[in-house]
């Protein structure tokens, strides 16, 4: 069953009549290069040689996006694997369309193009949200909006980004996930976050059971000193309680704990560490403010 399409799509950002045949041309390989702002970093040497395989045998079948900077000279935009692949299989030229998009549109489609495909890791991707927004000027909820995920999501994922770099590393590799690094963003304390990073690698965790992991190190919040002292003792949680909190943490990517009381009423407590992170969490619950 086809994936469907994410957020606008290529389609959407080059414009659907340009995916026209009449406007696609055979551009030698060696007169382009790379795209600057591609966001990712890695590409699978196995895959790249599986697709060059296939280019040989029925051509490149979905046309690469250009931009044309002089005569004879061209600046990728987005299909950088299969450019790589047409060098792997020995073409001398390679369908293209030609645009002529801004520096914040060629990441854009360079970016969309790795998301709907799953292709980009998310280090690769929270680094190319950051530029989005650091360079370009635009908010989460429009980062959220070209690529076609949450703002939760984007949040999330840029938050990967506080991690260390042997942390960060391992997950461009493909070693541990993006779940297992929120589960490790969750652990403040720099050696228990390398002694859980160890472990997951090391036993194959699991996510859940790395956030498992994650919360037995975490100090639970001490009672606020103004707590009432009569104040109504919990029951233990059912499993749907346990279950919303798994979905709420995941969700405001911070622990949060539901409490029910006997009488059927309680409290949802969600944890943050630094005023930063508060922020990012009030953007996720209000993004258009309070």
């Known amino acids: 069953m086809p994936r469907p399409a994410l957020g606008r799509g290529l389609g959407a950002l080059i414009g659907q009549n340009e995916l026209s045949e009449s406007l696609i041309r055979e551009i030698p390989i060696e007169q382009i290069r790379p795209n600057p702002y591609q966001p990712r970093q890695r590409f699978s040497e196995e895959s790249l040689v599986e697709l060059a395989a296939s280019i040989r045998e029925l051509g490149v079948l979905q046309p690469i996006i250009v931009r044309q900077e002089s005569e004879g000279s061209y600046v990728l935009i987005a299909g950088e694997r299969r450019l790589r692949a047409a060098r792997i299989a020995g073409l001398a030229t390679i369908p293209a369309i030609v645009r002529s998009p801004s520096e914040q549109q060629m990441l854009e489609m360079a970016l969309v193009e790795n998301v709907q495909r799953e292709d980009i890791n998310p280090v690769d991707a929270a680094l190319a949200y950051k530029r989005l927004i650091e360079e370009f000027g635009l908010t989460q909820e429009q980062v959220a909006q070209r690529v076609g995920k949450s703002v939760p999501a984007i949040s999330n994922t840029m938050r990967l980004l506080q991690l260390p770099e042997y942390i960060l590393k391992s997950m461009r590799e493909g070693v541990i996930s993006e779940g ?13 976050q390398r002694q859980l990073w160890s472990d997951i690698v090391s ?71 630094s005023e930063e992170e508060l922020g990012r969490i009030l953007e996720v619950i209000a993004p258009h403010g309070l």
Do not use: C
């Open 180 to 192: 297992h690094g929120r589960a490790l963003l969750m652990v403040k304390d720099p050696t228990l």
């Open 203 to 273: 036993e194959g965790l699991s996510v859940r059971a790395a956030e498992l992991r994650a919360r037995e190190l975490r100090p639970l919040n001490p009672t606020p000193q103004n707590a009432p002292s009569s104040a109504p003792q919990p029951s233990p949680a059912p499993p749907e309680l346990k279950a919303l909190e798994h979905n709420l943490s995941a969700y405001l990517g911070t622990r949060v704990q539901v409490v029910q009381w006997g009488g059927g009423g309680g409290r949802i407590v969600i944890e943050f560490y």
